[in-house]
């Protein structure tokens, strides 16, 4: 209770009644002088230093060197400066013992030689509603400038190639780039803040640089036919620079699409038992939540994960009257808390995913519906495994409930990868996350 009422003092509503972190207003810096408009700047903790968000790498040194503080994970942080800003205020409050780990140093010298630092991480429960709260609230920002940015038809832009003037919306420029001139971004509707992209882009073409190799070129025509034989007309993903401007990279802050998926498939290749040489020639079709255990058809998974488990899917969504949409969100759920080793009733964490089930078991938590402020949640539209065939068997009928029992022989073919990126490029994520902020659900 403690951890969440200092949370709720910085908290108020919104137009749809949603709570959300109040922003707190910049004080003077030092000197007298205030805060340029329009750039934001983070302020020490401790102190009344204020500096750039593009300097935020010196704000952390120096709280360490001269505030002994350090701060964990900050690339995880969703809005550094509201954070700070949110410390800032709880240290006024009450002192920082009460919230911090203290990390003593030359443990073995004196006392007066020793040297303590304070840790602010998310092992703090304080610490970790807000770095959740801060995460949720830039997602729906996020989802909603998407929105904004795919039905806008006052967008005006030049080919970066031939010049060619563009107006309507941002999807004719982008498609004729990539068809007729074989530079291809991505699907307009997984593109967010398009035009500082496009942008950066012509920024980098006007210095004569390459956007694939990012060597830099004497002049255009050089350029150009670089890019041309070495078929470069394309963007480096590797170049941390554009995750931004995916709305995938919202999906788990500080994170991008690569690390979140090579983390979910080494956890896979470090549990599975056999042998992965020949898995083409076997396909699966279903994998279940809590273990390895693969079959199939997702009707005998329904009736696996029922009787190992205790776990009935088609139970709790007739009992809770699920609809699809609901249930891809439990499912995404279910499978990023088990991934991280972290009971979805009770939040205990274990060490490894065998100590969670067991736990999950004999306390029978592995039964129930988390609560839906957890898992209803508009990231959980993005799947945590990138090829889930359990999510593209969901279904809104009523008469499921026995078909794990009924229905065991009849063949279901798992999807491909080409099929999953057909689902990627339909329209209905998007509408779903459209129809989700217009409702102003949270």
């Known amino acids: 209770m403690a951890a969440s009422q200092g949370l709720e003092e910085a908290e108020t509503k919104n137009d749809h009644g949603d709570y959300i972190l109040e922003p707190l207003s910049l ?82 010298a004196s006392l007066e030689e020793q040297d303590s630092y304070f840790l602010l991480c998310d092992a703090l429960p304080e610490d970790r509603i ?4 801060l995460q949720q609230q830039r997602l729906r920002e996020i989802l909603e400038q998407q929105q904004q940015e795919r039905y806008d038809t006052d967008f005006h832009g030049s080919c970066m190639f031939c010049d060619k003037e563009f107006t309507g919306n941002r999807s004719g420029l982008l498609n004729h780039m990539a068809n007729d001139h074989a530079f291809n971004i991505g699907l307009p509707d997984n593109i967010v803040k398009c035009k500082e992209f496009l942008e950066l882009l012509q920024k980098k073409l006007d210095s004569l640089q390459c956007l ?40 788990e802050f500080g994170k991008s699409w690569e690390e979140v998926q090579s983390e979910d498939d080494r956890e896979l290749l ?3 038992e056999e042998d992965w040489s020949g898995w083409e020639e076997h396909p699966v079709c279903a994998v279940c939540l809590f273990c390895e255990k693969q079959t199939d058809t997702t009707e005998k998974l329904y009736v696996h994960m029922e009787e190992a488990h205790g776990f009935g899917l088609l139970k ?15 499912v995404n759920c279910i499978r990023r808390e088990v991934h991280q080793c972290r009971c979805y009733s009770c939040q205990e964490k274990f060490q490894s995913k065998r100590e969670l089930v067991n736990h999950m078991e004999e306390t ?5 519906l988390p609560a839906s402020s957890m898992w209803d949640q508009p990231q959980y539209y993005f799947p945590t495994y990138e090829n889930d ?18 229905r065991e022989d009849v063949p279901v073919i798992s999807e491909d990868i080409s099929n999953m990126e057909a689902l990627k490029r339909s329209s209905v994520l998007n509408q779903l996350l459209r129809e989700e902020i217009n409702n102003g659900e949270p």
């Open 27 to 108: 004080p003077e810096s030092p000197g007298g002088v205030s805060a340029v408009e329009g750039t934001p700047s983070v302020p020490c903790i401790f102190c009344e230093e204020y500096l750039p968000i593009s300097e935020q790498n010196q704000l952390l040194k120096h709280m360490i060197i001269e505030h002994k503080l350090v701060i964990a994970d900050v690339k995880l942080v969703a809005d550094f400066r509201r954070y700070a800003l949110y410390w800032k205020r709880r240290f006024v409050e009450q002192p920082i013992t009460d919230f911090c780990c203290v990390i003593r140093t030359n443990s073995e």
């Open 130 to 133: 807000l770095r959740e709260k």
């Open 212 to 251: 694939y190799c990012e060597k830099t070129f004497r002049d255009k025509n050089t350029l150009k036919d670089h890019m041309r034989k070495k078929q470069h007309r394309r963007i480096n993903a590797k170049n941390r620079e554009y995750d931004r401007f995916y709305i995938i990279n919202y999906l």
């Open 270 to 272: 470090d549990n599975q």
């Open 316 to 330: 709790i969504k007739t009992q809770h009257g699920l609809n699809f949409y609901q249930q891809v969100k439990l």
């Open 364 to 368: 029978k938590h592995i039964a129930f």
């Open 389 to 406: 065939t359990l999510l593209c068997t969901l279904s809104d009928s009523e008469d499921e409930l026995t078909a794990g029992k009924q």
